[in-house]
């Protein structure tokens, strides 16, 4: 296994391709085809149906992880924003609703007291 450079602060004891390696391994010890991964060791065909989920994990490069980490923080962000938006105009509706009900409770006693004040309608003859 090779040493890189890891940057300010030490080197890794393996490479990014040493890590994959260990990673297919262990997932796949027999190298069974797994579909979405290609057969092991030849090239991804361009423009396949679906993408290559193995990539998820080529990335061992400690910025390149971070870049992704910030990008998932950001759709994070993003769905927390969403789901407190979402959350808001549910409690917008409840009071809307509680409103509108304390408003046709409040005129049912005037539209009763009104109907018993009113005559009552005569039946026609013939």
């Known amino acids: 296994m090779s040493g890189q450079d890891a940057g300010p602060g ?6 990014p391709q040493d890590a994959l390696a260990f990673l297919t391994k262990m997932w796949n010890p027999l190298g069974v085809p797994v579909p979405g991964f290609g057969v092991p060791g030849a090239p991804s ?20 992880v ?3 980490i910030a990008e998932l923080r950001i759709i994070e962000n993003w769905l927390a924003m969403s789901l407190d938006m979402m959350r808001m105009s549910i409690k917008t509706l409840e009071l809307q609703k509680a409103s509108l009900e304390a408003l046709a409770a409040a005129h049912k006693p005037m539209r009763d007291a009104a109907r018993a004040e009113a005559p009552a309608p005569r039946k026609r003859k013939g």
């Open 66 to 68: 971070e870049r992704k």
């Open 45 to 64: 065909a361009p423009g396949a149906a679906f993408p290559n989920p193995a990539a998820m994990f080529a990335a061992l490069d400690p910025a390149e």
């Open 10 to 15: 030490g080197t890794f004891p393996f490479s």
